[in-house]
């Protein structure tokens, strides 16, 4: 049988983005909240307590888990597997090969800073977008968890001061990095590649940061071999 599979969400979304994947993975899986996000709205982001929620699911799942994130969600399945390397036995980061103190960091800053002035508005624009972007079910999953506009400047703040290839460096699992093939988070993939000490990039083409998610199965057919690749690795 399959290690356990623990999904991250992406920036202001919930773990059920990843429903349509779950439910047809073979795996167990779980897919929490990180803090200021769906059933933790409201509470302080910072990148210790999200790999803390991370490591206390793995946990919950009996101790060693496959790690899979999109976005921010990669960046904080990095960040727990260099804390946490004896409970993360391999790593899925997609979306998230951009060096965070880049140039898009700055209009992340700014979006942040919008989202603030008016979280309502930011949730209303996000489920517009989110809906277009990914009609259907994959959409729906987006914005069924609750969207959380006013999360977005902390997120950034925490994202941008992490070392994402140095926590790549120190882990010493196997990890898959995935990027739609028009991913503008593509930038320093290579990089990111040549940091990991088992690692392998792949390409999802004709899909975008957040529009990989638009085949669920093709995904959970994917993240399940992982799954037993790890498994048999493990054993």
């Known amino acids: 049988m399959s290690l356990p599979v623990v999904f991250i969400h992406g920036i202001r979304l919930s773990g059920t983005m990843w429903s349509p ?42 101790g060693r888990a496959l790690v899979v994130g999109l976005s921010l969600g990669g960046y904080v399945g990095i960040a727990t597997a260099a804390r946490h390397p004896g409970l993360v036995v391999g790593l899925v980061a997609m979306g998230c090969t951009a060096r965070p103190d880049g140039p898009m960091a700055d209009v992340y800053r700014f979006a942040g800073r919008l989202a603030a002035r008016n979280p309502r508005l930011a949730d209303r624009v996000s489920r517009f977008a989110l809906r277009r972007m990914l009609p259907g079910a994959a959409g729906e999953a987006m914005i069924e968890g609750g969207l959380s506009s006013e999360v977005v400047a902390s997120v950034v703040a925490a994202v941008t001061a992490e070392d994402p290839l140095a926590s790549l460096a120190a882990y010493p699992g196997r990890v898959w990095l995935v990027n739609g093939a028009r991913d503008h988070f593509r930038v320093d993939e290579l990089a990111f590649l040549r940091a990991c000490a088992d690692g392998s990039l792949f390409h999802i083409q004709g899909r975008g940061h957040l529009t990989v998610l638009a085949n669920p199965a093709r995904l959970a057919r994917f993240i399940d071999k992982a799954a037993e690749d790890v498994s048999v690795r493990a054993a």
């Open 21 to 62: 994947v779950r439910a047809l993975l073979r795996a167990p899986s779980a897919a929490p909240d990180l803090p200021g996000h769906g059933r933790r709205r409201g509470l302080p982001y910072d990148t210790e307590s999200a790999c803390d929620v991370v490591a206390e699911t793995i946990a919950d799942m009996g």
